[in-house]
């Protein structure tokens, strides 16, 4: 149980255009949703925070217009990386929580901005 | 300010030798402790969550403890699959929700 995918797993993309990641909550109700960006050999960063039907909760530093989260059901959440640039080329995660408690991850997104 | 410090941050061991992974924390009471393993390119995985000093769990060949201040990750007798980075996250008990606040990680490599 608390699997949580990703979608896609890998994306390369042209400077300026648009990108969109899934995640699932495959096997459960996820009540909250949590979007990470991870840099080589660092930790996770938490972007963003999501509950479903509501606006997502945004880190201080983190561009609401730059990386939109809609959490449209209590298994989906998207991430939207608008206008995309090469310092945007990294690796994110998602992961869904039922409760209080733990989260549950997805395997990832790389993404690559040419 | 909730703050989790893993150490050592990089750690190499030969196959059954066993070690300790430390996170130390600090946070206005405690909620949960959790460790997560994470292979290069892939999402962490869930491993245990704490809760109180004291209470220890395991899992094949790790055991993780907690305390007021700490917890370990033991590894006994490790094999090369183990290698992964290790990441360590609490939960406050005033936190909304399920927010996590990780430390960077222990990246354990273990050698043939």
């Known amino acids: 149980g608390a699997v949580v995918s990703q979608h896609p797993s890998r994306v390369i993309c042209k400077s300026g255009t648009s990108v969109k990641i899934e995640c699932r909550s495959l096997?459960?109700?996820?009540?909250?949703m949590f979007w990470y960006r991870q840099f080589p050999k660092q930790s996770l960063m938490l972007m963003a925070t999501?509950?479903?039907?509501?606006?997502?909760?945004?880190e201080q530093g983190v561009e609401k217009d730059k990386f939109l989260i809609n959490h449209a059901s209590l298994t989906l959440s998207t991430l939207t990386v608008t206008s995309a640039h090469p310092e945007d080329s990294s690796f994110y995660i998602c992961?869904?929580?039922?409760?209080?408690?733990?989260?549950?991850f997805g395997p990832g997104t790389r993404l690559t901005v040419l | 300010e909730d703050q989790v410090t893993q150490s050592p941050e990089a750690l190499r061991l030969q196959e059954g030798e066993s070690s300790s992974l430390n996170c130390s924390y600090t946070?206005?009471?405690?909620?949960?402790l959790f460790w997560y393993r994470q292979d290069p390119g892939k999402g962490p995985e869930f491993l245990f969550t704490?809760?109180?000093a004291g209470e220890e769990k395991e899992k094949e060949r790790l055991k993780a403890t907690l305390t007021k201040k700490e917890s370990f990750l033991h590894i006994t007798a490790p094999k090369p699959e183990d290698s992964a980075t290790y990441l360590c996250?609490?939960?406050?008990?005033?936190?909304?929700?399920?927010?996590?606040?990780f430390g960077e990680g222990t990246q354990l490599t273990v050698n043939p």
């Open positions: 704490l809760y109180s």
């Open positions: 946070v206005s009471g405690l909620r949960g």
């Open positions: 992961s869904a929580s039922k409760a209080v408690g733990e989260q549950f």
């Open positions: 096997d459960f109700q996820a009540t909250t």
């Open positions: 996250a609490v939960q406050a008990e005033e936190t909304s929700g399920s927010r996590l606040t």
């Open positions: 999501s509950n479903e039907g509501s606006k997502a909760t945004y």
